[in-house]
């Protein structure tokens, strides 16, 4: 039986279309079973919480994630809330959780910040996600 892999998977609400294929991608995927963790654009939180909440619903959700993977366009970089979630995966809990950087189609330039807190930088490539989902999380 195969195991279930319990994601984050950071994003910026601004650059959603990599995310929803980001996660096409997953779904494509034989034999690999995921629940996303992630705050979709349409949370309650995100649209009428205050910025605590949001950062009280993020860590709630990363407690219960096996891996955080975050988009590393260079966009990231900029990003105050995937600022934040690289710190929450980082600080937050007694064994920091493992982040994989996705390094975003056809481009070369790659966020710096996730790049030095990322445990390994993939391409954007099924087989690539999910064999470093496979080798960090302990599902």
């Known amino acids: 039986m195969a195991n279930t892999h319990n994601l984050f998977i950071s994003h910026s609400w601004t650059y959603s279309d990599a995310y929803t294929k980001f996660c096409a991608l ?52 900029y990003s ?24 975003p189609w056809a481009q070369t330039n790659v966020s710096k910040i996730v790049q030095d807190n990322a445990i390994e930088m993939v391409n954007w490539n099924t087989d690539s996600i999910v064999a470093a989902i496979r080798r960090y999380s302990n599902a």
Request: charged residues 20%.
């Open 26 to 77: 997953l779904d494509a995927k034989s034999y690999f079973f995921y629940r996303n963790f992630s705050v979709p654009k349409d949370d309650p939180i995100h649209t009428n919480g205050s910025d605590s909440q949001l950062l009280q619903a993020i860590t709630n959700k990363i407690q219960l994630c096996h891996v955080v993977i975050i988009m590393a366009g260079v966009y990231s970089s």
């Open 80 to 103: 105050k809330w995937i600022n934040k979630e690289i710190i929450v995966a980082n600080e937050a809990f007694s064994t920091p959780k493992p982040i994989i950087g996705v390094k």
